[in-house]
Nanobody, 124 residues
Framework: QVQLVESGGGLAQAGGSLRLSCAAS????????MGWFRQAPGKEREFVAA????????YYADSVKGRFTISRDNAKNTVYLQMNSLKPEDTAVYYC?????????????????WGQGTQVTVSS
């Protein structure tokens, strides 16, 4: 069973930056593709970014493209989400997810494991 623990959330001003981390345990991290999703109050959970298990392929939601960067360190069993040029509309709970596949996915239903989430609040 894979456990995922997110960290790095908090309060940022518009235009600022935050880096989220997601530490995985209980499985073979290098066999997992990873994703970040977010859920704002009153809205459905949505895709943010995903990365293949090798790190060679990344995908981004249009709303974050050019501002967010997903990366992974297989030696540290950790995936990151670097968030720059933050906007108030980025405010949400951010979730890390993992799937037992080589290929990254944008679909929530394709992920097998989820973290508890970390709050990101961006003030204007």
């Amino acid at each position: 069973q894979v456990q995922l623990v997110e960290s790095g959330g908090g309060l940022a001003q518009a235009g600022g930056s935050l880096r989220l981390s997601c530490a995985a345990s209980g499985g073979t991290f290098s066999s997992l593709s990873m994703g970040w999703f977010r859920q704002a109050p009153g809205k459905e959970r949505e895709f943010v970014a995903a990365i293949s298990r090798s790190g060679a392929s990344m995908y981004y939601a249009d709303s974050v493209k050019g501002r967010f960067t997903i990366s992974r360190d297989n030696a540290k069993n950790t995936v990151y989400l670097q968030m720059n040029s933050l906007k108030p509309e980025d405010t949400a709970v951010y979730y890390c997810a993992a799937r037992s596949s080589a290929y990254a996915s944008v679909y929530i239903s394709s992920y097998d494991y989820w973290g508890q989430g970390t709050q990101v609040t961006v003030s204007s």
